[in-house]
Each structure stands twice: as structure tokens, then as C-alpha cells.
């Protein structure tokens, strides 16, 4: 299922061009060109959420999907990119067009570009241990894996933080997924809960299987990057609402629109927080959701 999932996020490359959307025309030149490298049903939220807010700022006029990252940034004011491969794409070119962009899974792609700004999908780890807190108030003992590539002040900050709301942090980094298993086993007797942080190169649909396996057969409670990792198997997960993130990414292009250069607007998180929980896993493991908590959730 969690393989489904990945696949229809990050799939083959399918452009727009046959997307029907009355307000938008094709291949007319425009100020704002927007381009993905998906048609997905989340991809596709986030573009209504962009132009819901390009609409009510008078500007949906102005708007034109395009098909090829020459195109997004030829003859534009600013351009809308969605998708890693198509902000590679539109990278390569080495243009200084305006450009916000979001749904990214590897967002170091974007590191000393000036004229780009967005929203990443991932939370900051304050708000994920604040809802990990809430949500698992009896799980203190939190451990996670990470890539050691350069993250020494990430991890130092996770700890600072995590010490403020009572909970201690076990941290091992896996420099070869080969080593996954040993990895699991070793945390898996120092925690007693596994916060899967948004890191690609360790979470992903091959190591799905086997981080899922464990932590449900050993009854640790997994927190989850994704809701199809709670689908999957996961207890709990953060989890985005793609039509406001657009509505977010349409707030920084009508700003840079007005005068505003992007690198004076800081890549944002989701402003719009919420989550997911699995009562089936946690009724396994004999952990229990508090009412508010299973109230709040968007699927449980």
C-alpha cells in the first residue's frame, strides 16, 4: 500500500497540459507560468489553493500552465514550480526568473538560489515533538535515525528542545541502509517510541517494509513522515493540507508580484497543521489516544 502511495506522489513525469482548467489558457504569455511535473490529486490541490488566491487578489487572469521548464520561465514575471524533477529542470536553466515553489522532497536542490522562495512539505521538529508529546504523553524516550551529512547542529537543537518538554532523545545515524536492521534493533532497546523524521534517504517506499515490520512487531509506536505511512502501518503522522499550501505559495507570488524580491521571503512550512492517527496499531500495542486527540485527528 505504502508503495502504491510513493508512486502515485513520485511517479513517472506526467505534465499539465491535460489538465482542464477553464481559467487557465495554454501556452499564452503571461506573468505567472506554473508548472509541475505531476497530476496528482495532491499536486492538483495545491494549484487550486494557488489560484483560489491568485482569484481573490484579482489576478487569475494572469495565470497560464505551461509544459516544459523552458516555457515556465520564458516571458513570465514568475513562475510556479511543483515537484523535484521539475525545479531540477527549470535549475538547469539558469534563469534568474522570480520562482516559488513547493512539493519538493529533496529541498537542498534549492541552496544558494536567490530569486527562489516557497513552501516545504515538512513541519519544523519543534511542532513534530510538541504533537509527539501530546499525542504519546508516556512515550519519553523518543529515537530516531538520520543521515550524518553535515546534521551535528540539527541533531544538537533536537535535544535542546526536546529536553524543554520532558522527552529524551536517542539519535543513531545510518550511513548505509544495509546496516537498517542492526540500526532498529539497537534503538529499539533505548526507545520507546521511533519518530520517523522527513529524511528521503532513509524513509522511502524500500525501506518501508522493513521499518514498519519492526516497530509493529516489537509494539513501538512509529510516527510517521506521511499519511500513507500511517496508512501503511505508522501510529501517528503530521500531515499537510496541499490546497492551503497553495494558498500559501499564491501569498509569496502576489508578493513578489507587488515588488518583493524572494530571497527577502523565507521558504515556509505548512502553516496548516494536522494529523492522522491509527487506532488499530495503537490498540495492539495498548497504547490509547486521549478523547481530544482522537477528536482532532483527520482519520484515525
Same mark, same amino acid.
Given at each position: 500500500?505504502?508503495?502504491?502511495?510513493?508512486?502515485? =506522489?513520485? =511517479?513517472?513525469?506526467?505534465?499539465? &497540459?491535460?489538465?482542464? *482548467?477553464?481559467?487557465?489558457?495554454?501556452?499564452?504569455?503571461?506573468?505567472?507560468?506554473?508548472?509541475?511535473?505531476?497530476?496528482?490529486? +495532491?499536486?492538483?490541490?495545491?494549484?487550486?489553493?494557488?489560484?483560489?488566491?491568485?482569484?481573490?487578489?484579482?489576478?487569475?487572469?494572469?495565470?497560464?500552465?505551461?509544459?516544459?521548464?523552458?516555457?515556465?520561465?520564458?516571458?513570465?514575471?514568475?513562475?510556479?514550480?511543483?515537484?523535484?524533477?521539475?525545479?531540477?529542470?527549470?535549475?538547469?536553466?539558469?534563469?534568474?526568473?522570480?520562482?516559488?515553489?513547493?512539493?519538493?522532497?529533496?529541498? &537542498?536542490?534549492? #541552496?544558494?538560489?536567490?530569486?527562489?522562495?516557497?513552501?516545504?512539505?515538512?513541519?519544523?521538529?519543534?511542532?513534530?515533538?510538541?504533537?509527539?508529546?501530546?499525542?504519546?504523553?508516556?512515550?519519553? %524516550?523518543? =529515537?530516531?535515525?538520520?543521515?550524518?551529512?553535515?546534521? %551535528?547542529?540539527?541533531? +544538537?537543537?533536537?535535544?535542546?528542545?526536546?529536553?524543554?518538554?520532558?522527552?529524551?532523545?536517542? !539519535?543513531?545515524?545510518?550511513?548505509?541502509?544495509?546496516?537498517?536492521?542492526?540500526?532498529?534493533?539497537?534503538?529499539?532497546?533505548? &526507545?520507546?517510541?521511533? *519518530?520517523?523524521?522527513?529524511?528521503?534517504?532513509?524513509?522511502?517506499?524500500?525501506?518501508?517494509?522493513?521499518?514498519? &515490520?519492526?516497530?509493529?512487531?516489537?509494539?513501538?509506536?512509529?510516527?510517521?513522515?506521511?499519511?500513507? *505511512?500511517?496508512?501503511?502501518?505508522?501510529?501517528? @503522522? #503530521?500531515?499537510?493540507?496541499?490546497?492551503?499550501? =497553495?494558498?500559501?505559495?499564491?501569498?509569496?507570488?502576489?508578493?513578489?508580484?507587488?515588488? @518583493?524580491?524572494?530571497?527577502?521571503? @523565507?521558504?515556509?512550512?505548512?502553516?496548516?497543521?494536522?494529523?492522522?492517527?491509527?487506532?488499530?496499531?495503537?490498540?495492539?500495542?495498548?497504547?490509547?489516544?486521549?478523547?481530544?486527540?482522537?477528536?482532532? !485527528?483527520?482519520?484515525?
Amino acid at each position: 500500500m505504502l508503495r502504491s502511495s510513493f508512486s502515485r =506522489g513520485f =511517479g513517472s513525469v506526467v505534465m499539465l &497540459a491535460g489538465l482542464l *482548467w477553464p481559467q487557465i489558457g495554454i501556452g499564452e504569455q503571461a506573468p505567472v507560468h506554473v508548472y509541475s511535473d505531476s497530476q496528482s490529486r +495532491a499536486y492538483q490541490q495545491v494549484i487550486n489553493g494557488f489560484m483560489a488566491t491568485m482569484q481573490s487578489n484579482g489576478l487569475s487572469s494572469e495565470v497560464r500552465r505551461v509544459d516544459s521548464p523552458l516555457t515556465a520561465v520564458a516571458s513570465a514575471k514568475l513562475a510556479l514550480v511543483l515537484g523535484d524533477k521539475a525545479a531540477s529542470q527549470v535549475l538547469a536553466i539558469h534563469d534568474q526568473t522570480p520562482v516559488v515553489v513547493t512539493m519538493l522532497s529533496k529541498p &537542498a536542490l534549492l #541552496l544558494g538560489q536567490s530569486h527562489i522562495t516557497g513552501v516545504r512539505l515538512s513541519f519544523s521538529m519543534q511542532e513534530e515533538l510538541t504533537w509527539i508529546s501530546k499525542a504519546f504523553p508516556a512515550q519519553t %524516550d523518543v =529515537g530516531f535515525l538520520y543521515t550524518p551529512a553535515g546534521d %551535528d547542529e540539527k541533531i +544538537a537543537a533536537i535535544r535542546q528542545f526536546a529536553q524543554g518538554i520532558g522527552i529524551h532523545i536517542h !539519535a543513531i545515524a545510518l550511513t548505509n541502509l544495509k546496516d537498517l536492521p542492526e540500526a532498529l534493533r539497537v534503538l529499539g532497546k533505548r &526507545a520507546d517510541l521511533i *519518530w520517523g523524521m522527513d529524511d528521503s534517504r532513509i524513509l522511502n517506499a524500500k525501506t518501508a517494509r522493513t521499518i514498519l &515490520a519492526y516497530t509493529l512487531k516489537h509494539k513501538i509506536p512509529f510516527v510517521g513522515p506521511s499519511a500513507a *505511512w500511517v496508512r501503511a502501518g505508522a501510529a501517528f @503522522a #503530521l500531515v499537510r493540507d496541499y490546497e492551503d499550501i =497553495g494558498r500559501q505559495c499564491g501569498l509569496l507570488a502576489t508578493s513578489i508580484l507587488q515588488g @518583493a524580491e524572494p530571497d527577502q521571503l @523565507a521558504f515556509q512550512s505548512p502553516r496548516k497543521l494536522q494529523y492522522m492517527i491509527n487506532t488499530r496499531v495503537t490498540d495492539m500495542m495498548h497504547i490509547s489516544f486521549s478523547e481530544e486527540i482522537i477528536r482532532g !485527528a483527520v482519520s484515525r
